[in-house]
Protein backbone atom coordinates (compact mmCIF):
# COMPACT_ATOMS: atom_id res chain seq x y z
CA UNK A 1 0.00 0.00 0.00
CA UNK A 2 1.29 3.48 -0.39
CA UNK A 3 0.44 4.60 2.32
CA UNK A 4 -1.61 7.98 3.52
CA UNK A 5 -0.85 10.56 0.66
CA UNK A 6 -1.31 14.15 1.12
CA UNK A 7 -1.25 16.93 -1.55
CA UNK A 8 0.50 19.74 -2.28
CA UNK A 9 3.39 18.46 -0.44
CA UNK A 10 4.28 22.74 0.15
CA UNK A 11 2.20 25.70 0.13
CA UNK A 12 2.73 29.14 -0.06
CA UNK A 13 -0.11 31.91 0.08
CA UNK A 14 -1.10 35.36 0.67
CA UNK A 15 -3.08 36.30 3.60
CA UNK A 16 -6.78 36.05 2.53
CA UNK A 17 -6.24 33.31 0.86
CA UNK A 18 -8.21 30.05 0.50
CA UNK A 19 -5.88 27.07 0.82
CA UNK A 20 -7.36 23.73 0.21
CA UNK A 21 -5.42 20.44 1.97
CA UNK A 22 -6.06 16.86 0.90
CA UNK A 23 -5.84 13.67 1.72
CA UNK A 24 -5.54 10.27 0.57
CA UNK A 25 -6.05 7.61 3.28
CA UNK A 26 -4.97 4.30 3.48
CA UNK A 27 -7.62 1.71 2.01
CA UNK A 28 -9.59 -0.09 3.94
CA UNK A 29 -9.36 2.35 7.14
CA UNK A 30 -12.35 4.03 8.20
CA UNK A 31 -11.19 6.42 10.47
CA UNK A 32 -8.99 9.46 9.50
CA UNK A 33 -7.59 12.55 11.75
CA UNK A 34 -6.67 15.99 10.47
CA UNK A 35 -3.41 17.59 13.01
CA UNK A 36 -1.79 20.29 13.17
CA UNK A 37 2.19 20.78 13.78
CA UNK A 38 4.05 24.13 14.84
CA UNK A 39 6.88 24.68 17.11
CA UNK A 40 4.53 26.61 19.71
CA UNK A 41 1.94 24.15 20.36
CA UNK A 42 3.72 21.07 18.83
CA UNK A 43 1.42 18.33 17.69
CA UNK A 44 -2.76 19.11 18.39
CA UNK A 45 -5.75 17.31 16.78
CA UNK A 46 -8.57 19.52 14.84
CA UNK A 47 -11.02 16.91 13.36
CA UNK A 48 -11.67 13.46 13.28
CA UNK A 49 -13.82 11.32 10.96
CA UNK A 50 -15.01 7.75 11.25
CA UNK A 51 -16.99 6.43 8.38
CA UNK A 52 -16.78 9.75 6.57
CA UNK A 53 -18.68 11.09 9.49
CA UNK A 54 -17.08 14.02 11.61
CA UNK A 55 -16.75 13.23 15.06
CA UNK A 56 -15.07 15.30 16.90
CA UNK A 57 -14.35 18.97 15.66
CA UNK A 58 -13.70 20.47 18.72
CA UNK A 59 -10.07 21.09 17.91
CA UNK A 60 -10.64 23.03 14.77
CA UNK A 61 -9.52 26.87 15.94
CA UNK A 62 -11.73 28.57 13.89
CA UNK A 63 -14.86 28.98 11.39
CA UNK A 64 -11.92 29.75 9.20
CA UNK A 65 -11.41 26.10 9.10
CA UNK A 66 -13.36 23.40 7.68
CA UNK A 67 -13.09 19.74 6.98
CA UNK A 68 -14.89 16.83 4.51
CA UNK A 69 -14.63 13.54 3.70
CA UNK A 70 -17.02 12.69 0.95
CA UNK A 71 -16.07 9.13 0.38
CA UNK A 72 -14.03 6.76 1.81
CA UNK A 73 -10.92 7.69 -0.10
CA UNK A 74 -10.43 11.43 0.01
CA UNK A 75 -10.76 14.49 2.79
CA UNK A 76 -9.91 18.27 2.46
CA UNK A 77 -8.94 20.82 4.85
CA UNK A 78 -9.88 23.92 4.00
CA UNK A 79 -8.72 27.43 5.67
CA UNK A 80 -10.88 30.58 4.27
CA UNK A 81 -9.50 33.20 4.27
CA UNK A 82 -6.00 31.85 5.52
CA UNK A 83 -4.19 34.13 7.74
CA UNK A 84 -0.37 34.01 8.94
CA UNK A 85 -0.73 31.95 11.80
CA UNK A 86 -2.49 29.29 10.20
CA UNK A 87 1.52 28.45 8.82
CA UNK A 88 2.32 24.94 10.11
CA UNK A 89 2.71 21.26 8.71
CA UNK A 90 -0.89 19.79 8.54
CA UNK A 91 -0.93 16.42 8.70
CA UNK A 92 -3.41 13.23 7.91
CA UNK A 93 -3.47 9.69 9.50
CA UNK A 94 -6.11 6.87 9.25
CA UNK A 95 -6.63 3.63 10.87
CA UNK A 96 -9.26 1.05 11.47
CA UNK A 97 -11.80 2.19 13.64
CA UNK A 98 -11.60 1.56 17.42
CA UNK A 99 -9.26 2.38 19.99
CA UNK A 100 -6.44 -0.82 19.60
CA UNK A 101 -5.53 0.20 16.29
CA UNK A 102 -2.21 2.07 15.33
CA UNK A 103 -2.60 5.47 13.29
CA UNK A 104 -0.81 5.88 10.18
CA UNK A 105 0.59 9.21 9.21
CA UNK A 106 0.79 11.00 5.58
CA UNK A 107 4.38 13.17 4.95
CA UNK A 108 2.42 16.52 5.59
CA UNK A 109 1.73 19.71 4.25
CA UNK A 110 4.03 22.49 5.13
CA UNK A 111 1.75 25.87 4.47
CA UNK A 112 3.11 29.13 4.30
CA UNK A 113 0.70 31.82 4.84
CA UNK A 114 2.39 35.32 3.78
CA UNK B 1 -7.98 17.19 29.77
CA UNK B 2 -4.68 15.44 29.14
CA UNK B 3 -1.36 16.81 29.55
CA UNK B 4 1.43 15.11 27.99
CA UNK B 5 4.90 15.75 29.28
CA UNK B 6 8.12 14.28 27.23
CA UNK B 7 11.52 14.69 29.26
CA UNK B 8 14.07 15.25 28.47
CA UNK B 9 13.30 18.00 25.60
CA UNK B 10 16.25 17.16 23.92
CA UNK B 11 19.23 14.62 24.36
CA UNK B 12 22.83 13.96 22.94
CA UNK B 13 24.33 10.55 23.61
CA UNK B 14 27.47 8.94 22.00
CA UNK B 15 26.59 5.67 19.35
CA UNK B 16 26.17 2.29 21.24
CA UNK B 17 24.98 3.83 24.67
CA UNK B 18 21.46 2.91 26.40
CA UNK B 19 19.00 5.05 26.54
CA UNK B 20 15.74 5.50 28.21
CA UNK B 21 13.08 8.40 27.06
CA UNK B 22 10.30 9.35 29.77
CA UNK B 23 6.78 10.04 29.28
CA UNK B 24 4.33 11.24 32.29
CA UNK B 25 0.31 11.82 31.71
CA UNK B 26 -2.20 13.26 33.32
CA UNK B 27 -5.35 11.43 32.52
CA UNK B 28 -4.60 7.64 33.27
CA UNK B 29 -8.11 6.14 32.07
CA UNK B 30 -6.62 5.42 28.48
CA UNK B 31 -7.15 2.95 26.15
CA UNK B 32 -3.61 2.52 25.09
CA UNK B 33 -0.56 4.69 24.39
CA UNK B 34 1.83 4.84 21.03
CA UNK B 35 5.50 6.11 20.66
CA UNK B 36 6.26 7.60 17.20
CA UNK B 37 9.20 8.40 15.15
CA UNK B 38 9.63 11.39 13.61
CA UNK B 39 12.58 12.35 11.20
CA UNK B 40 13.21 16.47 10.20
CA UNK B 41 10.53 17.07 7.66
CA UNK B 42 8.84 14.05 7.58
CA UNK B 43 5.94 12.83 9.02
CA UNK B 44 5.47 10.43 12.79
CA UNK B 45 6.04 6.71 12.23
CA UNK B 46 4.56 4.27 14.81
CA UNK B 47 7.38 2.36 16.50
CA UNK B 48 5.23 0.67 19.19
CA UNK B 49 1.37 0.66 20.53
CA UNK B 50 1.00 -0.58 24.20
CA UNK B 51 -2.42 -1.36 24.91
CA UNK B 52 -3.93 -0.05 28.89
CA UNK B 53 -3.79 -4.26 30.02
CA UNK B 54 0.05 -4.71 28.83
CA UNK B 55 2.89 -3.51 31.20
CA UNK B 56 5.50 -3.79 28.13
CA UNK B 57 6.01 -3.78 24.40
CA UNK B 58 9.24 -5.00 22.19
CA UNK B 59 10.04 -4.28 18.75
CA UNK B 60 13.93 -4.88 17.93
CA UNK B 61 16.38 -2.68 20.18
CA UNK B 62 12.97 -1.08 21.45
CA UNK B 63 11.41 -1.68 24.35
CA UNK B 64 8.39 1.01 25.68
CA UNK B 65 6.52 0.23 29.05
CA UNK B 66 3.41 0.97 30.95
CA UNK B 67 2.53 2.19 34.17
CA UNK B 68 -0.81 3.31 33.32
CA UNK B 69 -1.77 4.10 37.55
CA UNK B 70 0.80 6.38 37.99
CA UNK B 71 0.78 8.07 34.63
CA UNK B 72 4.08 7.25 33.27
CA UNK B 73 5.65 5.37 30.54
CA UNK B 74 9.14 5.06 29.03
CA UNK B 75 10.89 4.28 26.14
CA UNK B 76 14.02 2.53 26.26
CA UNK B 77 16.48 2.41 23.16
CA UNK B 78 19.43 -0.43 23.44
CA UNK B 79 22.55 0.12 22.30
CA UNK B 80 21.86 3.40 19.98
CA UNK B 81 23.78 4.30 16.54
CA UNK B 82 23.23 7.05 15.12
CA UNK B 83 20.07 6.19 12.30
CA UNK B 84 17.86 6.51 15.92
CA UNK B 85 18.74 10.13 15.87
CA UNK B 86 15.06 11.73 15.20
CA UNK B 87 12.36 13.25 17.91
CA UNK B 88 10.42 10.69 19.69
CA UNK B 89 6.77 11.41 20.84
CA UNK B 90 4.13 9.73 22.69
CA UNK B 91 0.31 9.51 22.66
CA UNK B 92 -1.68 8.25 24.70
CA UNK B 93 -5.15 7.16 23.87
CA UNK B 94 -7.79 8.48 26.15
CA UNK B 95 -11.42 8.66 23.64
CA UNK B 96 -11.91 6.69 21.20
CA UNK B 97 -8.89 6.92 18.58
CA UNK B 98 -7.96 10.52 19.62
CA UNK B 99 -4.57 10.87 20.54
CA UNK B 100 -2.76 13.46 22.69
CA UNK B 101 0.82 14.39 22.00
CA UNK B 102 3.83 15.25 24.14
CA UNK B 103 6.29 17.72 23.13
CA UNK B 104 8.86 15.11 21.90
CA UNK B 105 12.17 14.42 22.96
CA UNK B 106 14.78 15.56 20.33
CA UNK B 107 17.70 12.73 19.91
CA UNK B 108 20.91 12.96 18.32
CA UNK B 109 23.25 10.12 18.52
CA UNK B 110 26.67 11.07 17.68
CA UNK B 111 28.84 8.39 15.29
Known amino acids: DAGVIQSPRHEVTEMGQEVTLRCKPI?????LFWYRQTMMRGLELLIY????????DSGMPEDRFSAKMPNASFSTLKIQPSEPRDSAVYFC????????????FGAGTRLSVL | KQEVTQIPAALSVPEGENLVLNCSFT??????LQWFRQDPGKGLTSLLL?????REQTSGRLNASLDKSSGRSTLYIAASQPGDSATYLC??????????FGGGTRLMVKP
Open chain 2, 91 to 100: APNNAGNMLT
Open chain 2, 50 to 54: IQSSQ
Open chain 1, 27 to 31: SGHNS
Open chain 1, 93 to 104: ASSLAGAKNIQY
Open chain 1, 49 to 56: FNNNVPID
Open chain 2, 27 to 32: DSAIYN
